[in-house]
Nanobody, 121 residues
Framework: VQLQASGGGLVQAGDSLRLSCAAS??????MGWFRQAPGKEREFVAG????????SIADSMKGRFGISRDNAKNTVYLQLNNLKAEDTAVYYC?????????????????WGRGTLVTVSS
């Protein structure tokens, strides 16, 4: 399984971005997005179950971020709205063979290489 995250870039505070994570190989996974800011630990951002019916967003990001998937395209999206300087981080997508969502790094079996989001204030 290979995961390729894309869509990062340099934006202004208040802007929006949509990150994509394209999966190849066996793709019937629950998916998650994590981020790692400079000097900080990697943290959970959002997750989505295989059947799209259930999603989870980290409490601190609810109302600004959203997650969705297009199973026909084997792609998961992370919508980032009203970005703030503190959202600057490398964003990683991850996949797990289990059915449910996990907010734990160790709960995922596969990881992409990450895409950098830089928000200027």
């Amino acid at each position: 399984v290979q995961l390729q995250a894309s869509g990062g870039g340099l934006v202004q505070a208040g802007d929006s971005l949509r990150l994509s994570c394209a999966a190849s190989g066996h793709t019937s996974f629950a998916m998650g997005w994590f981020r790692q800011a400079p000097g900080k630990e990697r943290e959970f951002v959002a997750g989505i179950r295989r059947n799209e019916e259930y999603t989870s967003i980290a409490d601190s990001m609810k109302g600004r971020f959203g997650i969705s998937r297009d199973n026909a395209k084997n792609t998961v999206y992370l919508q980032l709205n009203n970005l703030k300087a503190e959202d600057t981080a490398v964003y990683y997508c991850a996949a797990r063979e289990a059915y449910g969502i996990s907010a734990e790094i160790g709960g995922y079996d596969y990881w992409g290489r990450g895409t950098l989001v830089t928000v200027s204030s």
